[in-house]
């Protein structure tokens, strides 16, 4: 395949460069394409991605749905056949404005304002369109093989919310026709495991408008599952010495501005409010609440470590283009936890924590994961908190902890809190990207900045070092992975309903009743289908749509038996126990957390 380079050169494309050159040249071609069926449409940013490539649009009053896409795809088909030549040549500042202003691209005027002064400007043509790009680009659309548009979304200018919202047009390609069917196929599958999809289905969890966009509820079953996957780590955590406690889900403003979050966070956060001259704001994250715990009373090095847990409500400002269901909301709650402890217990605590994530991943079977050693990046003047000393501090001693504790890691620059370095574990889920799930973080700057201190052996008055770690992440996002790793097809343990009763008739519906009501006092979780339908039909809806672990099909054998037929959802095997029977073995399995 041959490209274009900005400087008129036609090469063979390496290797390394030829998918993102495939999605650049398809993110002009869409372009040309809107621009043919929208005329007014001005045009931001239009690059390549991991996967594929978008274009930010301006289309004044005209809102697209899904239902534009195929007129977009079809005009860009149309212009892959048309086989038109991409020209490139390059013109100075002043003629380059000039030309962007000629053609009404408000968006190009501005980003030239940003380029340097001795910046080359540089335009890539194929027919009547005109885009500035650095390039390269193919030499004719013909060359672009397999795409696809797959959705639209919103986004900012510059990405700055007080700029003007656009329109996200998004879409993939592919060298051919295969790669694109692998993808679709990978597709499908990612949409069988939507976590929105399934508890949609499951009736898990909802979100409505009227609430709020990324304000997820969790309905019944779905909070059961939630509180299932709360009693959860904090057993785990009780037996290891953590102490839990529940705090406010707001702050004041300056209790944020003391921990630094109102300079290095101010725009994740939602606007303040003001009440009676004090001015508070929603939480988004708990550390400086354990602060102030911490700083309630003297302490001690007998004291330490001590460590502070809670399952916290916490609220950040996402932008409306980034929420996915509960995986990423503006509501969510975090298996949080704050570890006060003297440097010599840093190795210790980290190796406990470690320890913990590695447990928990056991007992959920997650093995597909990753270690992280997340830095700083030393020229970000703004995001981290400015001490090269304490960063220098922080790094090398969790370097040099996780190198004690044999744990496999990279190292990351840029990842880092705004106050400290940190562990990050990153999955791999069933279908997507990899992202973070567990998090240790270590900080000398939060303790310092809060003034804590603690009575040492000698009677000296020293700061203690904060460990921030969150095992299961948030529950609501590890509920999303859960969902989409299982497709809702839980364990025994977690599942909502755990025991479906499935009368085959009104002949044995008393029996059923009492079996029932036997097992709702045993504490097992389980409902009773007395819907007018054939058995066949309820015996596929508990499997199928509410994925129950154990159906009891009840007919009047089973009623002059007094005893149960059982169906394992896993086997799809029926076995007859006693009613007693069968009540044990569920109880041993759910204790067991088969």
């Known amino acids: 395949m041959k490209i274009l380079y900005n400087d008129g050169h036609v090469a063979e494309c390496p290797a390394e460069l030829e998918l993102d050159t495939l999605r650049h040249s398809a993110a002009h071609i869409m372009a040309q394409a809107v621009k043919r069926l929208y005329p007014q449409a001005h045009f931001a940013y239009g690059p390549a991605t991991e996967k594929g490539f978008h274009y930010d649009i301006d289309l004044g009053d005209v809102k697209l749905g899904d239902e534009d896409l195929p007129a977009i795809e079809k005009e860009m088909q149309k212009i892959v056949k048309e086989n038109l030549p991409f020209k490139v040549y390059p013109l100075p500042r002043e003629e380059a404005v000039k030309l962007m202003e000629s053609r009404g691209e408000i968006y190009k005027v501005e980003h030239i304002s940003d380029l340097p002064e001795d910046a080359t400007i540089t335009f890539y043509q194929q027919g009547d369109y005109i885009d500035m790009c650095v390039g390269p680009h193919l030499t004719y659309t013909k060359a672009l093989k397999a795409f696809k548009l797959t959705a639209l979304s919103g986004a900012y200018w510059k990405n700055d919310q007080k700029n003007k919202m656009l329109t996200r047009i998004n879409g993939v390609a592919f060298r051919n026709a295969e790669e694109l069917a692998a993808y679709e196929k990978e597709m499908e599958e990612a949409r069988a495991r939507d976590h929105r999809r399934i508890g949609k289905d499951m009736s898990l ?70 009440v009676e001259g004090e001015s508070f704001v929603l939480r988004p994250m708990n550390c400086p609440h354990h602060m102030r715990i911490y700083a309630n009373r003297p302490r001690s090095y007998r004291d330490l470590p001590l460590r502070i847990g809670e399952i916290a409500h916490d609220f950040r400002f996402e932008a409306s283009g980034t929420l996915k269901g509960i995986e990423r909301g503006r509501h969510f709650c975090q298996n949080d936890a704050h570890l006060f402890v003297t440097p010599e217990q840093i190795k210790d605590e980290v190796a406990s924590v470690v320890d913990l994530i590695f447990s928990t991943y056991k007992d959920f079977g997650i093995t597909d994961y990753r270690c992280v050693l997340s830095l700083r990046d030393p020229d970000d003047k703004v995001k981290y908190h400015q001490d090269d000393a304490m960063w220098e501090k922080a790094e090398s001693a969790l370097r040099e902890v996780l190198r004690e504790l044999n744990i496999d890691f990279t190292e990351e620059i840029g990842e880092a809190a705004f106050y400290g370095p940190k562990l990050d574990v990153n999955v791999k889920p069933a279908v997507g990207a990899e992202y973070t799930l567990s998090t240790c973080q270590l900080d000398f700057c939060l303790p310092a900045k809060f003034d804590l201190k603690y009575i040492d052996k000698d009677g000296s008055e020293k700061t203690p070092v904060v460990l921030h770690r969150a095992i299961l992440g948030s529950l609501d996002r590890f509920m999303a992975y859960l969902i989409e790793e299982t497709k809702g097809v839980f364990p025994l343990w977690l599942a909502p309903v755990q025991v479906k009763v499935l009368p085959v008739s009104d002949k044995s519906m008393e029996y059923a009743e009492k079996v029932y009501q036997q097992l709702r006092e045993r504490r097992i979780r389980v409902e009773l289908d007395d819907r007018n339908e054939k058995i066949g039909y309820k015996i596929r809806y508990a499997r199928q749509v509410d994925k129950v672990p154990y159906m009891l099909i009840l007919g009047e054998k089973e009623v002059a038996e007094g005893n149960v037929s059982a169906r394992d959802r896993a086997t799809d095997q029926t076995e007859a126990y006693t009613l007693e029977e069968f009540e044990n073995k569920v109880l041993r399995e759910i204790a067991e957390r088969k």
């Open 205 to 274: 969890f909802m979100t409505d408008d009227l609430v709020g966009k990324g304000l997820p509820m969790f309905l019944p079953k779905g909070y059961v599952i939630w509180q299932q996957l709360e009693n959860y780590i904090r057993d785990k955590e009780v037996m290891l010495g953590y102490q839990h406690v529940m705090t406010p889900c707001v702050g004041t403003v300056d209790l944020y501005r003391t921990s630094g979050h109102w300079e290095h966070y101010k725009d994740n956060m939602f606007p303040a409010m003001e």
